[in-house]
């Protein structure tokens, strides 16, 4: 017998590998079998929106927390993105947009309630309507878009009506618009405030400290001992000597007299003594009439004859600044020999603008700096305020008087002069924050949580770039420094449309159809689809322009193609939940 496996020559046997080949080609088949249901199973599920929303739900709240990240430009709201970056317009840092909590529902996760500023979640608050935020008066009983192109945000009850125990006519701006308006805030305070009145002024003679020095005989000059103008002389010095012949003739009846009174002194006459002592002392009292000095008198005695020529001195020290006396020439009483100024003191004048006079006070403290004298500061005081304003410059001149010891500082000179005005402590806000009206000043003061409230108050002085508040304030509450025009307009708006009634009949609404916002007539669209709706979520900037309208069978009626997904849309990208973009606006 031969082997099982011995073959003659010429047969032909089954091989082994021919089984092997047809179970793999059966394995291959079955694959392709397998990726095609997947495949069909994947395009069903992707046209069936209901399948859809039971992913999402199923997936979580991770992927809605990352489609929630949008940032945008606070300058161009239109301007958005889904990372942090820059504006391409104005190159400002993207801010991250707040979004509103987000009611449970279908393929979401319930948000963790919120609380405002009433400590109420706000999943439970009631929005009384939705509005463009840089719009006020457009307004929508639903949210979508505005005709800027910016989503709608919604009023609370809380917002537009204030609760109890707030004061009448506040309002609530949300922290949002408040930083797109840019509000800033400055605290009242109760500081010591001072303020300096600056004025250029022109140095002058203390006219009370000047000398006109005239003879009161009639003559001629002799001598001159102070011969030119400018000279500095003291008190007592000779300036001229004078012939005059009244002067010799009372001489001699000064030395009669004398006599007289000396021979009568021991007479038991008592008449004739008396007469004789009152001739002498009447002519002693002429001397002294004419500002002849005592010494000289008694040097006539002494002597015991008159003298040709008297010496007249100086009544006061000072600056010769004018001179008419010359050798030779004949005086009078009229005639006005020397004019001498005393600079120990010198007067600064100044013009100080007429809403600055209340201000200035008799003894108020003043100083003076020159320009050509650096570092060196003189203080003086106000002593003189006139009583006429300049017409034409419309200026008031104020006198200062100033110690000049060593005489540096000369009439006609211009220096810079300070009065220093003190108010005490008072009540102070900066101007910025004032609203006034010409007929009243009001300020909007923060009452925390977005409250704010109109209030008029009482101005005192303006002290630099502050008011001082006489009324309406007190220390250490808060008013808006920045913004407060466009919130006082905000409060205005407001107050108008309350008085117009409810939103729905405001008198503003979106045109067209847009979804979610009120009609022409004052009513809200029906019949919009938008369960099949995209949002390229890929795209890096996206730009919210104003929708087309459309009418309401015409928006729901988008055109699919055979896949059943509208036309330029990816089924690739994630689509993007209705409550992010409720208006179904186009991109």
């Not at 003739?249 to 021991?266: D, I, N, P, V, Y």
């Amino acid at each position: 017998m031969k082997p099982l496996n011995d073959k003659e020559p010429g047969e032909k046997l089954s091989q082994p590998g021919t089984t092997r080949t047809g179970k793999k080609r059966g394995r291959r088949f079955l694959i392709l079998l397998l990726v095609i249901g997947a495949f069909a199973g994947g395009f069903y599920t992707a046209r069936n929106p209901a399948i859809v929303g039971e992913i999402e739900k199923f997936a979580g709240s991770k992927g809605k927390a990352e489609s929630l990240d949008i940032y945008y430009c606070p300058m161009h709201p239109q301007i958005r993105s889904d990372k942090p970056g820059t504006c391409p317009i104005c190159n400002m840092n993207l801010e991250k947009m707040e979004q509103e909590p987000v009611a449970p529902g279908a393929g979401e996760q319930p948000a963790k309630p919120q609380t405002s500023g009433r400590d109420k979640p706000q999943g439970q608050r009631k929005i009384l309507y939705w509005t463009d935020a840089m719009n006020p008066s457009f307004r929508s009983d639903k949210p979508g878009k505005a005709p800027d192109g910016m989503d709608l945000v919604p009023v609370y009850e809380d917002e537009d009506r204030p609760g109890t125990g707030l004061p009448p006519g506040v309002l609530k701006i949300s922290p949002q618009k408040q930083q797109l308006i840019g509000v800033g805030y400055s605290r009242v305070i109760k500081d010591s405030l001072s303020k300096t009145i600056h004025a250029v002024a022109r140095l002058a003679y203390d006219e009370t400290k000047i000398s006109r020095i005239q003879t009161r005989v009639d003559g001629w000059i002799d001598r001159v001992f102070v011969d030119f103008t400018g000279k500095l002389v003291k008190k007592g010095q000779p300036l001229i000597s004078i012939y005059s012949p009244q002067l010799v003739s009372t001489q001699m009846e000064l030395l009669l007299a004398r006599k007289s009174k000396e021979t009568f002194a021991g007479s038991v006459f008592d008449e004739a003594a008396s007469g004789a002592n009152v001739l002498y002392e009447s002519t002693r009292e002429r001397f002294r009439l004419w500002n002849i000095p005592d010494a000289q008198v008694r040097e006539i005695e002494k002597r015991g004859k008159p003298s040709t020529s008297m010496t007249l001195s100086s009544p006061a020290g000072g600056f010769v600044v004018n001179r008419n006396a010359y050798p030779g020439q004949r005086i009078s009483p009229e005639t006005e020999i020397y004019t001498i100024a005393d600079l120990s003191t010198i007067w600064a004048l100044a013009e100080i603008y007429e809403y600055e006079v209340p201000l200035i006070k008799l003894g108020q403290a003043a100083t003076m700096t020159l320009s050509y004298v650096p570092g060196k500061t003189y203080k003086g005081k106000v002593t003189y305020i006139y009583p006429e304003v300049d017409k034409t410059t419309r200026t008031l001149k104020v006198r200062m008087e100033f110690p000049n010891a060593d005489f540096q500082l000369k009439p006609d000179m211009y220096a810079n002069v300070g009065i220093e005005v003190t108010f005490g402590r008072q009540v102070s806000i900066p101007q910025e924050a004032v609203l006034d009206s010409g007929t009243e000043q009001i300020v909007f003061v923060a009452l925390g949580d977005g409250y704010f409230e109109p209030r008029k108050i009482k101005l005192g002085a303006r002290v630099g770039d502050r008011f001082i508040v006489v009324s309406g304030l007190s220390p250490g509450e808060q008013v808006v420094s920045s913004g407060n025009f466009l919130i006082d307009s905000e409060s205005r708006l407001k107050s108008a449309l309350r008085g117009m009634g409810s939103p729905a009949h405001a008198g503003h609404g979106a045109t067209g159809g847009e979804a979610g916002s009120v009609t022409g007539t004052g009513q809200p669209s029906s019949d919009i689809d938008h369960s099949s709706h995209q949002h390229k979520s890929g795209e890096t900037w996206q730009r919210e322009d104003t929708a087309t309208p459309r009418t309401g069978a015409g928006h729901a009626g988008h055109s699919t193609g055979d896949s059943g997904v509208p036309p330029g849309m990816d089924m690739g990208r994630s689509s993007h939940d209705p409550k992010n973009h409720p208006a179904g606006g186009s991109e």
